[in-house]
């Protein structure tokens, strides 16, 4: 019971400190470019434009139907947490209103706010919140569609920000377009928490002569796989470890080194689960 609390009060924080970032998005790069980036932040951009309204409040009003809608469909839980993402961006858009630090270049604005944006929004993902507007209708999506959260975000926010064409200028609609990519790239490359751990298959011969370099030259564990060779059709052993850069590119040199005719594949592995990566190399046991 205690471990859930834990980890509920850890998916809490995440959502808060996602959204904090959000806001920052918004009132440091997205408002003072002019580019209305998606979402519900976006509509209120061009309502600031054309009316002046505060982009905090239209935010919170306009929230309030879509967080109900989100709560049906995604349960309590999320509901929470969103209720919590939904109620902190406005209220940190309205703190930092003034901040002095802010990017009214359109290029650059675009490039580093999308960037924050989609680290708050990917943080705030992994959380299992979300902060609102357009971002619950992402999730709402990526339930119903399978597809990711950045490409369901992608789809909301673009229809965001071709429809503001009609108040800003084209270019800045461009520069728009660009921010909401960025950040729907970034969202992703956040929630799968892309490493530099390679994943190394290895055809080969000599198995035994293999195992003892993984074990021995990097200390990782090694999965075999019997196989035959489609050309020789001979018999062979297909061995796959997961290794960390370095470890990658010293296993490299010992096979070009010690067993050359080996085949070896090397793959970006965006994500790790398990022994010797979230979980401890080895079993308690004093090595």
């Given at each position: 019971?205690?471990?859930?609390?834990r980890?509920?009060?850890?998916?809490?924080?995440?959502?808060?400190?996602?959204?904090?970032?959000?806001?920052?998005?918004?009132?440091?790069?997205?408002?003072?470019?002019?580019?209305?980036?998606?979402?519900?932040?976006?509509?209120?951009?061009?309502?600031?434009?054309?009316?002046?309204?505060?982009?905090?409040?239209?935010q919170?009003v306009?929230?309030?139907?879509?967080?109900?809608?989100?709560?049906?469909?995604l349960?309590?839980d999320?509901?929470?947490?969103?209720l919590?993402?939904?109620?902190?961006?406005?209220?940190?858009i309205?703190?930092?209103?003034?901040?002095?630090?802010?990017?009214?270049?359109?290029?650059?604005?675009?490039?580093?706010?999308?960037?924050?944006?989609?680290?708050g929004?990917?943080?705030?993902?992994?959380?299992?919140?979300?902060?609102g507007?357009?971002?619950?209708?992402?999730?709402?999506?990526?339930?119903?569609?399978?597809?990711?959260?950045?490409?369901?975000?992608?789809?909301?926010?673009?229809?965001?920000?071709?429809?503001?064409?009609?108040v800003?200028?084209?270019?800045?609609?461009?520069?728009?377009?660009?921010?909401?990519?960025?950040?729907?790239?970034?969202?992703?490359?956040?929630?799968?928490?892309?490493?530099?751990?390679?994943?190394?298959?290895?055809?080969?011969?000599?198995?035994?002569?293999?195992?003892?370099?993984?074990?021995?030259?990097?200390?990782?564990?090694?999965?075999?796989?019997?196989?035959?060779?489609?050309?020789?059709?001979?018999d062979?052993?297909?061995?796959?470890?997961?290794?960390?850069?370095?470890?990658?590119?010293?296993?490299?040199?010992?096979?070009?080194?010690?067993?050359?005719?080996?085949?070896?594949?090397?793959?970006?592995?965006?994500?790790?689960?398990g022994?010797?990566?979230?979980?401890?190399?080895?079993?308690?046991?004093?090595?």
């Amino acid at each position: 019971m205690k471990q859930q609390q834990r980890i509920l009060m850890k998916e809490y924080l995440l959502v808060i400190f996602g959204a904090t970032l959000v806001a920052l998005s918004y009132n440091v790069f997205l408002l003072p470019s002019k580019l209305a980036a998606g979402g519900i932040s976006g509509v209120s951009t061009v309502l600031y434009e054309l009316f002046g309204f505060s982009p905090a409040a239209t935010q919170f009003v306009i929230n309030i139907p879509i967080f109900i809608i989100g709560w049906l469909v995604l349960g309590k839980d999320f509901g929470g947490k969103t209720l919590v993402g939904t109620f902190w961006v406005p209220m940190m858009i309205g703190l930092t209103a003034n901040i002095p630090i802010t990017v009214s270049n359109p290029f650059l604005g675009g490039l580093y706010g999308g960037i924050v944006l989609g680290v708050g929004l990917g943080i705030v993902y992994i959380g299992k919140g979300s902060t609102g507007g357009t971002a619950s209708i992402a999730q709402i999506l990526k339930k119903f569609t399978g597809k990711s959260s950045g490409y369901t975000q992608l789809v909301v926010d673009g229809v965001v920000v071709i429809s503001s064409i009609f108040v800003f200028s084209f270019e800045l609609t461009l520069f728009a377009l660009m921010a909401i990519y960025i950040s729907s790239k970034t969202i992703d490359f956040v929630q799968l928490r892309t490493s530099a751990s390679k994943l190394i298959v290895i055809i080969t011969e000599d198995e035994q002569k293999v195992t003892e370099l993984i074990r021995s030259g990097i200390d990782r564990g090694l999965t075999k796989i019997r196989s035959v060779g489609g050309y020789s059709n001979q018999d062979k052993t297909l061995i796959l470890c997961v290794a960390e850069q370095q470890e990658a590119v010293k296993l490299k040199g010992m096979l070009q080194q010690e067993i050359p005719e080996s085949f070896v594949i090397f793959l970006n592995a965006s994500e790790i689960l398990g022994r010797g990566f979230t979980l401890d190399k080895y079993y308690g046991q004093k090595l």
